[in-house]
Structure formats: structure tokens, C-alpha cells
């Protein structure tokens, strides 16, 4: 299957035990995500966290396609207060697969989270898989900042 590698490295204000919190729970991804509308489902199994997620996408403002998709997340908050990983794996119905790494690492009072989505797509498919998860990662980091910075 072909694949890419997407990484975006940003500053948030709070500390990486806040980001770390808000990254751990599964329906602080509903807005963090554009495309994240709905989070069901959630159950612990063994370290990882498994949910079922809805995006929504809309096709020329009129069509509307929720796409289903299975969730895993494993929270590592072993080197907390100084650093933390979150990871897991995200399954679309149509056979796009792709992994995720939120390494939240200590900047001063501050943290530096570096978010990394590892793809993979049937043929035809990498491109459009890889505009989306990119603009995704851009607005996650936006939005993320507005709900954890703090005025200096």
C-alpha cells in the first residue's frame, strides 16, 4: 500500500501534564479534529483506549459523507512532568490506515508537541488521504493552543 509520513511541530503554553491530559481523552478529539463530529463507544482494553469516531466530510458544500472509523489510543505518561507520548491507530472503512504520535516534550513552562500521522492508503487514494490528515494536523495545533494556552 503506498504510504507517506506527515510531521508538525508547534508550541502550546501549558505544561505537558494539561496537553497530555486533554490528548488522553478520547472526546477532546471532537473539534480538535475539523472533521471529528462524534465519539462513541469507548472501553479499556489491556493499556489502549478503543472508540469509534464519526467524520464528517462534505463534497462541493451539499454532499455529506460520515465516515466511520476504529480508534486506538495508547497514553505513556511515564516521563511526566518532563515528557509524554501519546500513539495509536486510526482504520477507515476504506482500508486507509494511519498511525499517529503526539510526543509532548518540556519547553520552559510551556510544551513542544511534535504530531506525527504515518499513512497508508490503497492505490489512488494517498493524495487526497494525505491533503486531509495535513490540514487536520495544522488546524489540530491551532485549535489546541486556543484551548490550553494561557496569557502569559
Not at 48 to 68: I, P
Not at 100 to 111: H, L, P, Q, T, V
Amino acid at each position: 500500500m503506498p504510504s507517506t509520513e506527515l510531521e508538525h511541530t508547534f508550541r502550546v503554553a501549558a505544561p505537558p501534564e494539561e496537553v497530555y491530559a486533554h490528548l488522553a481523552e478520547p472526546t477532546h478529539y471532537i473539534g480538535l479534529s475539523p472533521l471529528l463530529v462524534d465519539v462513541r463507544d469507548v472501553h479499556l482494553s489491556g493499556g489502549s483506549v478503543h472508540y469509534t469516531a464519526v467524520e464528517r466530510f462534505r463534497f462541493l458544500g451539499l454532499l455529506r459523507h460520515d465516515n466511520v472509523i476504529g480508534v486506538t489510543l495508547v497514553a505513556v505518561p511515564d516521563r511526566l512532568p518532563h515528557s509524554a507520548e501519546i500513539s495509536g491507530e486510526v482504520r477507515s472503512p476504506a482500508r486507509v490506515r494511519m498511525g499517529y504520535r503526539f510526543a509532548i516534550e518540556r519547553d520552559g513552562a510551556g510544551s513542544i508537541v511534535t504530531d506525527t500521522l504515518r499513512l497508508r492508503t490503497p492505490p489512488g487514494l494517498l493524495r487526497f488521504a494525505a491533503s486531509q490528515a495535513g490540514a487536520v494536523q495544522r488546524a489540530r495545533a491551532r485549535v489546541l493552543k486556543a484551548r490550553l494556552d494561557r496569557p502569559a
